[in-house]
């Protein structure tokens, strides 16, 4: 039963071009979602959150909008630099006392020059 | 500075060996993790500790048992490893029961080959 999944494993786009990667769950229950990125060897380092009361955070180049009627959140990454080229993972939480969180399986982005 | 840090890097052992990964964190956090990576690249939380106490254990077979010494060490001890144990393993921290969520702070992983 996996709750949290990016049904994209790949995706590559263009220097300077947006990168969009999704995620969709399934538990009502995950009401915290982040998003990490995660380079070969290293450990996933946290890119951005966002909480159920919102339905868009910002930083800097990157986005995350979430939908909770579809249960479906998505990463922007504007304008996409070679140096993004990494595996995304997606994450939710609903649980405030243990910080549990639940991972989507990744999508490898590659972003060329 | 590492913030959470593990070891051994790499760990190549046989069947029915018993091994263990130690992990440290710096960054004060008061609950520890470890995640197993799996070959299909998928991260599976299996233990958390919060001010040394288990407070998750995900169906993991007896043969791993996590100790917490103090709240910034978590060890990972397996038994009687197997061929299926092989994966990368995760430790984490994060700050919890707090208004505002806190992330998942990782160390760089442990490649475990049972052989």
């Known amino acids: 039963d996996q709750q949290v999944k990016q049904n994209s494993p790949s995706l590559s786009v263009q220097e300077g071009r947006i990168s969009i990667l999704n995620c969709d769950y399934t538990n009502s229950m995950f009401d915290y979602f982040l998003w990490y990125k995660k380079y070969p060897a290293e450990g996933p380092t946290f890119l951005i959150s966002?909480?159920?009361?919102?339905d868009k955070n910002e930083d800097g180049r990157f986005t995350v909008f979430l939908n909770k009627s579809a249960k479906h959140l998505s990463l922007h990454i504007v304008p996409s630099q070679p140096g993004d080229s990494a595996v995304y993972f997606c994450a939710a939480s609903g649980d405030t006392n243990a910080g549990k969180s639940t991972f989507g399986d990744g999508t490898t982005l590659t972003v060329k020059p | 500075d590492t913030a959470v840090s593990q070891t051994p890097k790499y760990l190549v052992t046989q069947m029915g060996n018993d091994k263990s990964i130690k992990c440290e964190q710096n960054?004060?956090?008061?609950?520890m993790y470890w995640y197993k990576q799996d070959s299909k690249k998928f991260l599976k939380i299996m233990f958390s500790y919060n001010n040394k106490e288990l407070i998750i254990n995900e169906t993991v077979p007896n043969r791993f048992s996590p100790k917490s010494p103090d709240k910034a060490h978590l060890n990972l001890h397996i038994n009687s490893l197997e061929l299926g144990d092989s994966a990368v393993y995760f430790c984490a921290s994060s700050q919890v029961g707090q208004p505002l969520r806190s992330p998942l702070h990782f160390g760089n992983g442990t490649r475990l080959t049972v052989t």
């Open positions: 966002i909480s159920s009361i919102k």
């Open positions: 960054l004060g956090h008061d609950t």
